[in-house]
């Protein structure tokens, strides 16, 4: 069996449903959902670009966090002070 020394591991999938970029792209409230209220990993070659997350897990993610002391409901600033 031959390994590729420059292969990098396969990184865990955290959604159940994924979807290529290319579809996604064409239609992606169709694709949210069909998700059915899932999270959906956007592939680009086969690998993960982003995940697709439904606003009613966003914002549960975003109350446990706080309530752990992660301090999400601050406002987000992006990274040029807007």
């Known amino acids: 069996m031959h390994v590729d020394p420059t292969a990098r591991p396969i990184s865990p999938m ?7 970029v290319t579809d996604f792209r064409k239609n992606p409230a169709r694709h949210m959902t069909d998700a059915m209220g899932d999270t959906l990993a956007i592939l680009s ?5 982003f995940y697709a997350v439904p606003p009613a897990r966003f914002e ?5 966090l706080e309530a752990l002391g992660g301090g999400a409901g601050r406002p987000v600033r992006s990274p040029d002070g807007d």
């Open 14 to 20: 955290r959604a159940r449903r994924t979807v290529s």
């Open 60 to 64: 549960a993610l975003l109350d446990r």
């Open 45 to 49: 070659r086969n690998k993960v670009a």
